[in-house]
């Protein structure tokens, strides 16, 4: 039976804390404001007897909760983590969802990104929690969807996140013939309800998650870039396809290292973005901390 682990992370929302498991627990997103409302979801009933807890979310591969003012999740979190690994792991029901038909109504879209060589399909469901990278079709071992398109020959890189799926192709490879083609096969591979990322992606990915946040302890320079990231850039880039991910900041230097993913990678207006997007916000709101702004691999 599936092990369940829980890795607890922070909101913008300090009411507001979220209970990641290390695989999916629903395929809808549900939220409920008190117990009668949550009568298909026997976990939301049972966190409804702890008196502090307001609302309950339900989405994905995570749990996120509100708060009454009468704790403060820094005391109860630990508490609330356990009690959650030992639901799921008892084998309990999350939410009683209706059953589907094995085709599912799934409906992709192909968008263009800034980057020419990047384009972005998008779908009408969340696809996976996390996001997932693979530069070529042995690190896609556990990504069925991801091997299937690269046995399309002009398929370079394939970038998953949230509900859509950025694909990068080679020069020799047209758009207009190559984008129909992905299109159809994604929408395929959706509708047939496969697995995207296999449960084995997912919890080394959040495991690994984890240990990132016990063995680096943040600044409060590093958590200002973070929170201006997560709420400001991470959105932006997501619409054209791509991903930021914070590496590190130098003090001594000012400089913030970031990761660019997807279609932010290798894209020609990236440094334009970087220099007079990024870097001029972080300067704006941190002042003299931030003198500049550093893509490792771009």
Known sequence: MKEYHITVVATNNPTILKFEANDFLVKGSYEFKNIDEAKDSPLAQQLFYLPFIKTVYISGNFIALERFDIVDWKDVKDEVAQQLVEYLNAGEPVVNEPETSKKQAITVYGEVTPN?????????????????????????????????????????????????????????????????????????????????????????????????????????????????????????????GGNIVFQSYEENSGTVNVILQGACSGCPSSTFTLKNGIENMLKNMLGDKVKEVVALNG
């Open 116 to 240: 020419p060589a990047v384009m972005k399909f998008v779908a009408n469901k969340r696809i996976v929690p996390a996001t997932f990278e693979f530069k070529n079709i042995d690190e896609a071992k556990d990504s069925q969807l991801a091997k299937e398109l690269f046995h399309f020959p002009f398929v370079k890189e394939v970038f998953i996140d949230e509900n859509y799926v950025s694909v990068t192709k080679y020069d020799v490879g047209n758009w207009d013939e190559a984008a129909p083609q992905l299109r159809e096969s994604i929408r395929n591979f959706l509708a047939d309800g496969k697995e995207v990322v296999s449960s084995n992606a997912i919890s080394k990915e959040s495991e690994a998650r984890s240990q990132s946040a016990e063995k680096i302890t943040l600044d409060d320079t590093s958590k200002q870039i973070v929170d201006i990231l997560e709420e400001y850039v991470k959105p932006a880039v997501a619409s054209d």
